[in-house]
């Protein structure tokens, strides 16, 4: 492994690229089409959304590289395979990084709220910072503490791009009311699936890590109230989903053509019907780190689907 490579495992590559998608598909296949139709003018104009998705995404690698820092020692029990830190990249490298990214958010984040008037944006940058930090600091250590702030960040990947347009949103809700009652409908669906598939992977991960969180002293769902509850926990949770997947698709038609249909059954009901059949046979690390994946592809799946919403 060269040290490219290590710094992009460092960072999760792929995971922010799914952030950058997100936001792009919520802004440029949902938001950006309406507005043009009725001229109503975005907070962000194209030319600089690529800085607000450049922001979110130096937000999310930071906390990432902290975490890693932070949870080293429990990683090397984990999954030992996996550490790139003390390897391949320094921890005071990592530190650098960490601050770096920081610091250049901030002024991203401070040259953006300037150049388009809008003061919140930049308010939005320390808190969240801040938060990953606690999480990766405290929460983590706690039963669902940690598990709930996550999904609540995963949530407001593509909630600040709407909160980021609200006044724009509000003038085409009093302009055409039933297209924006229907985009309303999408975004609020995706941040429903996105708070709930992150919520049920992150506790899949906590019982996957459980010998290692012990031996550091974290009580996490697993560990405090025992691995039958974190199991019941988990399963509620993605029968949840399920029940979100198959309401919005079953009560939702003008949003769903006979290919979004197939998409939904094939990529989403049955992954996460599967999934839940397998975290009840589920004994070992191994079992839950199979899930873990299979919760991040379906995790994929409905960022796909947007797509076909967009452009149904």
Request: net charge positive; charged share 10%; with cysteine.
């Amino acid at each position: 492994m060269n040290v490219i490579y290590a710094f992009f495992r460092l960072i999760r590559l792929p995971n922010l690229l799914i952030v950058g998608l997100t936001q792009y598909l919520i802004y440029g296949a949902l938001l950006l089409p309406a507005f043009r139709q009725y001229g109503i003018p975005m907070a962000l104009p194209p030319q600089t959304f690529w800085l607000f998705v450049l922001d979110a995404i130096l937000i999310t690698a930071a906390g990432y590289v902290i975490n890693d820092i932070i949870d080293f020692r429990i990683d090397l029990q984990n999954r030992p395979e996996r550490v790139v830190l003390g390897r391949y990249i320094r921890k005071q490298t990592a530190y650098w990084i960490y601050f770096s990214t920081i610091l250049l958010g901030f002024f991203l984040a401070f040259y953006l709220a300037l150049s388009v008037q809008n003061p919140p944006l930049l308010a939005l940058y320390p808190a969240a910072v801040g938060l990953l930090f606690w999480y990766s600091f405290r929460l983590k250590q706690l039963p669902l503490s940690g598990n709930l702030l996550i999904s609540l960040f995963c949530a407001g990947v593509p909630g600040v791009v709407w909160f980021a347009e609200r006044e724009g949103f509000t003038l085409l809700a009093e302009t055409d009311p039933a297209q924006a009652a229907g985009i309303a409908k999408i975004i609020v669906w995706y941040l429903l699936f996105a708070f709930g598939s992150t919520l049920y992977r992150e506790l899949i991960k906590d019982m996957e890590d459980m010998e290692g969180d012990k031996s550091a002293g974290c009580r996490t769902v697993p560990i405090v109230w025992g691995m039958g509850t974190a199991k019941g926990l988990a399963a509620a949770t993605g029968t949840g989903l399920l029940v979100l997947i198959v309401t919005m698709a079953a009560y939702q038609q003008a949003f769903f053509s006979l290919m979004s249909h197939l998409y939904v059954t094939v990529a989403l009901i049955g992954p996460l019907g599967l999934s839940l059949f397998l975290l009840f046979r589920a004994k070992q690390p191994v079992d839950y780190h199979r899930l873990s994946t299979l919760t991040k592809l379906i995790m994929l799946s409905g960022v796909i689907l947007l797509l076909f919403f967009a452009f149904n």
